[in-house]
């Protein structure tokens, strides 16, 4: 991106092409709800478009202004994925711009010249072996974390949480008082994650999510729940993870306010993040550990294990659960080959 963009292609422009940009970002800020950053990055792509088609105009777009673009585009040093990304984004742009007056000298389904070959595809959409830390860490982690002030125990439950459910961040912050329930026939613990209490998140399926049966790790968050119902009055409603922050009204600086308020992704994450640093592990995302559920379950049938983690993650497709976290554990790859009788 920077090579592309760099100074003195900043210094070039095309009025056309401005003001179509910004009808652009204006119509994918009103009807997407994109918020800065994504209308930034877009408008980044844009330009890198401009800057390879030489800052032609763009409601007269050709497939020759495609084919141009993508031949300076791969003589440039960047990433399989940005690739990906620029020319898809493009041809979203190009698709709405046929379809607006100012673009009818387009054809809209010229846009599809602006295609990446099938392998330059797979290229983008690979990705490698993703670590994840395992549970005897975690557990390690979580337990050594201190429970001395209310932020203490609201982060040890968080993290206790974290590892016990493995719920998706944007989640894991929207969570109220009333997601944590109980099965009354067997007593086992889950998350009723419904698109009905659990507001901004970006994925959201109705799911039950079980509680893995760790006893302390349960009472953490049991116990940080029933303090802020008995203690802070909150509401089934109010958040499980609340904003605390410093009163500076009262004498002793190190009382805490308790709001009714979610914390933030970034918060969780930090939260996370701090538990795993203070045990000397890498500092991975929340969503790592759900790598960690799925390739803990190996000691029961594979279909059984995939249909399993469907329904707890909140996948709508088993290809989805198979495709993200099905594989087995590279330790456990190789311990069933290594076992093949060739005689």
């Known amino acids: 991106m920077q090579s592309i963009l760099n100074e003195s292609n900043h210094r070039r422009y095309n009025p056309g092409n401005e003001r179509i940009v910004k009808k652009y970002l204006e119509h994918v800020r009103r009807t997407k709800l994109a918020d800065n950053k994504t209308l930034l990055a877009l408008r980044k792509y844009l330009r890198a478009f401009e800057?390879?088609?030489?800052?032609?105009?763009?409601d007269?777009?050709?497939?020759?202004?495609?084919?141009?673009?993508l031949a300076n585009l791969r003589q440039q040093s960047v990433s399989p994925?940005?690739?990906?990304?620029?020319?898809?984004?493009?041809q979203k742009f190009i698709r709405w711009l046929a379809d607006e007056p100012f673009g009818r000298r387009i054809r809209r389904n010229d846009a599809d010249y602006l295609t990446l070959t099938r392998n330059e595809i797979?290229?983008?959409?690979?990705?490698?072996?993703?670590?994840?830390?395992?549970?005897s860490q975690l557990l390690h982690a979580v337990r050594t974390m201190p429970a001395q002030t209310v932020?203490?125990?609201?982060?040890?439950?968080?993290?206790?949480?974290?590892?016990?459910?493995?719920?998706?961040?944007?989640?894991l912050c929207n969570f109220r008082i009333d997601t944590i329930m109980q099965e009354p026939l067997v007593g086992i613990y889950f998350l009723d994650i419904n698109p009905r209490k659990i507001k901004n998140v970006k994925f959201c399926r109705a799911r039950e999510a079980t509680l893995l049966n760790i006893p302390d790790l349960r009472q953490f968050v049991l116990?940080?729940?029933d303090m802020l119902v008995?203690?802070?009055?909150?509401?089934?409603?109010?958040p499980l993870f609340p904003k605390i922050a410093i009163n500076p009204f009262q004498l002793n600086i190190f009382e805490r306010n308790v709001k009714a308020q979610p914390i933030s992704v970034c918060t969780a994450n930090q939260i996370f993040n701090g538990a795993c640093v203070a045990n000397g592990l890498a500092p991975l995302s929340i969503h790592s550990v759900r790598r960690t559920r799925a390739r803990h379950i190996e000691n029961i049938t594979h279909d059984d294990r995939i249909v399993?983690?469907?329904?707890?993650f909140g996948h709508s497709s088993i290809g989805t659960t198979r495709c993200n976290y099905g594989n087995i554990s590279p330790s456990r790859q190789r311990e069933l080959i290594a076992g093949i009788k060739v005689e």
């Open 122 to 135: 797979n290229r983008a959409n690979a990705s490698g072996y993703k670590p994840h830390h395992e549970y």
């Open 151 to 171: 932020t203490d125990l609201r982060n040890r439950a968080l993290v206790a949480l974290v590892i016990l459910t493995s719920p998706r961040v944007s989640e």
């Open 223 to 225: 116990d940080w729940r």
């Open 60 to 69: 007269r777009y050709t497939p020759d202004m495609a084919k141009v673009f």
């Open 308 to 312: 399993a983690l469907q329904q707890d």
């Open 51 to 58: 800057v390879l088609t030489d800052f032609q105009d763009l």
């Open 81 to 90: 994925s940005y690739m990906h990304r620029i020319t898809s984004e493009t």
């Open 230 to 238: 008995n203690e802070y009055d909150f509401d089934k409603s109010d």
